[in-house]
Every structure is written in C-alpha cells, then in structure tokens.
C-alpha cells in the first residue's frame, strides 16, 4: 500500500474543493480508516507514518484513549520516551474517566518512566499498581517490580561507594555542572552580563566556541569506544560509522539540493536514537559497576592498570625509536616535502596526546625531531653552480629557493572551450588546504607546551603565508617565531625564521628592508659554524648589496632625467 504522506493537498479557506478530494464518509468512517492505517504501518516498523496516521485519527475523535495508548506504543519503539510517557499519562486519564483503571495503559507509564531512567518514581508507580490490581494482571507489574528493585540495588550498590571514593571531585565537579545548566536566570541579559564583567551592549551575545585540547579531544574518543565496546561488543562499529557518515561529503553532496537535508537529518535523528538507547542502557548497568564485577579484587585491578600502562609505555618507546629512524632516513635522502610532512603527522595527531606519563624522554624526543627538521630545512641553503647569468633579483630568489610571482593571463576566449567557461563560484582548494593547514597549526598553538615546538609552528605558519603571498602575517609570525627561540635558546630556527622575512621583503621588493634582514642572518649563521651556510650568507649579501646599487643609480638617473626635461621646458 503507497503512503500519502506528505502529498496531502491543502486547500485554502473559500476555495473550491474539487470532486476527487471531497469524502463522502462521516467522521467515524474515517477515524477507523485512519486508525486501521496506522496500526498497518506500526506493525511494519514504518513509525513516522503510524503517527501520522494515528494523529488524524485523533483529529475526529480525541477522546479514544485506544488510538492514544497506540500512538504512545508507536513514539516508544521510535526512541520519543517523554513523547510515549505523556500520552499514556492522557490516555490513564481518559480511560480511568470511562472504564476505570487500564492495566495495559498503567503498564505503558511504568515502562516510559523505567526507560526516562527515572527508577524512584517507575518503583512508585509500580507499588501502586500492584495495590490497584490483582491476579494475572498484577503478574506483569510485579515481574517489572523485581527489575527495578535489582537495577537500583546494582545502581546504588558497593560499585558506587568505590566509584565516589576514587572520583568524589570529578563527581562533585559534574554535579555542580549540571545544576548551574538547570538554574534558568529571568533577568535581564545586560543584568546578567554585568555581574559576570562582560561586555553588556551587545544585542546578540558572543557563543564561546569549545576548544579542547588534544589529550581532551584523545579521552573522550577513547571513552566513546570504551562505552559502546562494552555494552554492544562486535557492533560498536555500526555506532562509529553512524557517527562518522553524519558528515560524510560522500552522503551529503551538494549536487544533490533535494536529498541532502533529508539524509543529514535521517542519519542525525537515527544516530541519536541509539545514543538515547545507550544511555538508557548505562544508566541501568553503569561502567563502575561492569568494572566492579570484572575485578571484585582490588590487587588483580590494580595489577591489570600497571600491566597496561606498561604495555604502552613500551609500545610508545618502540613507535619514537621508529620514527626517529624514519625522520633521519628523510633528512638522509632530501626529501623535505616528505620529511615535514612526516613530522607534522606524528606529532600533530600521535606524540600531541601522549603524557611524560606513558612517554618517557618526551622533552629530548621533541628536540630531536624539530633540530633535525631544521637541519633539514638548513641543508638545502647553498649556492648553486649556475647563478651569474641570471638577473640580480631572479638570482636572489634561486639563491633562497623562492618561485618568482607569476601574474596569471586572461584567459583568451575560445568558443566550446570549457577553460574559457569558468565557475564563478569554484574553489581553490589549494587555498582550502592552506587555510586549514594554518588552522590546525594555530590550535595546536594554544595548547603547545615547549618554546621549540612553539617556534617550528609559527615557522610553518609563515611559510604556508609565504606560499599564499600573505607577506605581512608571514613577517609577523616569523617575528613571534624569533620571540620563542630567545626561550629555547635555538639559533637554528632563529636562522630559519630570519630566512622567511628575507623571502617575504624580497618578494616584494623591498631593498632596503632586504638588506637589514640578511645583515641580521649573517651573526646567526656565523655562530652556527656551517662552512656551506656562511658562502650562501655571502652570496645573499653580495646579491642584496648589488640589487641596492642598481636601484639607487637607477633613481639618481631617474632625477637627472627629471631636472633636464624642466631645464628644457623653461
């Protein structure tokens, strides 16, 4: 049988409603033909169209607890607990006005309450149905009865006494959270934001954008996979991909104008089903308490936590000594895209959320790769063979392995040519990719610990600035880049950052601001006692000083030029 929903026509006020549309049948015909329809879709798992179907059969009869307790049943198996629980609650009271008590009905609120994880009041509400009936019908209440007593006695049990023992500040911490998100504040906002001492004119106040930190971001996916391998084994990874598929740019084109809203709310809606599901199931078999029936011995829990955290102490010893083998491998070979690429993977998603706890020697491992990066980076400064025949500038910029600025040509017309058609609204994703190289490399930023790691990420940024012509923010994160070596103390990454203000004033030709920045590399690269680096600081000297010359003849010429074209004029 095809549904109608969502093709139901809706006609206007006054207007004429044509032959096919008009309903012969009075209101209880249809109320039955309605009711009939949606028990046949509830019955098929097809529940938004059982409540539709059981909503306009209410529509001519409102007062049919039946069709009401039906519709509770249908918003249960659909996750929609406050929604079931509510019209059972008017369903009770409708048939307790015409028939007394229900205990099919009765029963329903018990199970909304049970599963709403409100087991205080489900035991009350059971107690008091076990007084009301007797017999077979109190069969059922008293087996429910049973569950709930069991559920809070696991709940409340010596589980919990040893789980408050050992996090009784994260407990009262997560209390405090939740009391203050209940207090509902009916003052007035600049009331409210005066008192916290923050700005009160604004008519749409700032959300504060949530930025945890990698260990943060590392705990609670690790305790999302904790929590679902526990309760639904093998499964776990259903929940995963759902979570994932929310966003998926594969699902969600935007090709697609019609679908793609219709499936992010599809995917949103089931995915947060099973994680009220998932709650329902831990908020009756809570982790403290599988934890305390795993290891009712303390020692044995005790010896198991030493026994993992030396698992991954060594496993962490094996991935650095790896790594570190890798890095120097690159650097042997002098393949730079490769190597900082390498080294932004490995500390940025792996190293960055590990603790001196599990990672012994983190300060000296940190130094290790970010010198030997720089050493890298270093190396590939040196004069080439052929640099005479080149003009001084073009020279300068083959000298610090810089691509000159390519103005890019209109493109000619050509009819039936699809370079000739561009979109107006394309992306470049080179820029994307920068953009969200430089965002990363700024989070990581705000929770960088060491002076050194601090100067290699302001030194990415500006090189990825560079590379976008961003030359001003490039200066300027160089310029924090050479502020954080003075704490570390690393004339390698003062000398790599000198390089990217040279780089970005050369560029733009700025002479005079060129000649100053290699004059404040040339002291840097002395102390590091590099024979090809000192040639190459010669080389950028030599260049930078003949580039200076040319400009100023070229402006003393260009004076004369100007006083003899007035001299002939007068």
Partial sequence: MASIVGH?????????????AKIGWNSKVQHD??????????HRRRLNFGQYYYSKALEFDENDYLTLYRLSLTKRKAAQIAGSLEDARAAAAMGEKKRGPNCPINLQICDGLFELNQF????????ENLRRFIGVKARNFETRRLV??????????????LF????QKVVEQVSAIIKANEMKDQRPMWKILKELEKCDVLSIPEEEEEN???????RRKRAFNVIHQNYLNLSWHDVLFMKAIRKNPNLLLDQCKNSKSFLANLSQVQYDIVRRFIKMIHSRNPLYYVSFLKFSNKKMLTKNKEAYLYSVQYQTHRNMIADLRQIRKLRKEKRLKSLAEYVEKVMGDYYVTKTNRVMCWKFEFINEVYNTLALALIEQYSVPKYLKPYPIHSALLCLLRTPENKIKDNVPFVFGDRSTYQDGDAKDPVAIKARQLIS??????????FSIEKCYLYHQIASVQLSQLHYDECVLNARRAIKECQGCNSNIWHFLSVIQIIK??????????????????????????????KKFMDACIELVEDDLRKKVESIASQRISNKSVTSLTY
């Fill in 504 to 533: 970005a004033n050369v560029l733009q030709h700025k002479v005079e601001a060129s000649k100053e920045s290699v004059e404040e590399a040339y002291p840097i690269a002395k102390r590091l006692k590099f024979r090809p680096l």
């Fill in 212 to 218: 945890p930190s990698p260990l943060e971001i590392a």
């Fill in 33 to 42: 033909i309605y009711r009939d329809w949606g028990t046949y879709y509830a």
């Fill in 148 to 161: 709930v007593d069991d559920v809070i006695k696991d709940v409340t049990g010596k589980g919990l006494s």
């Fill in 164 to 167: 408050y023992l050992n996090y």
């Fill in 440 to 449: 990363r490399l700024e989070k990581r930023l705000r929770f960088a610990k």
């Fill in 8 to 20: 139901v026509p809706i006609f206007a006020a006054g207007e004429t409603i044509p032959d096919w």
């Fill in 120 to 127: 205080e009041n489900a035991n009350l509400e059971l107690r």
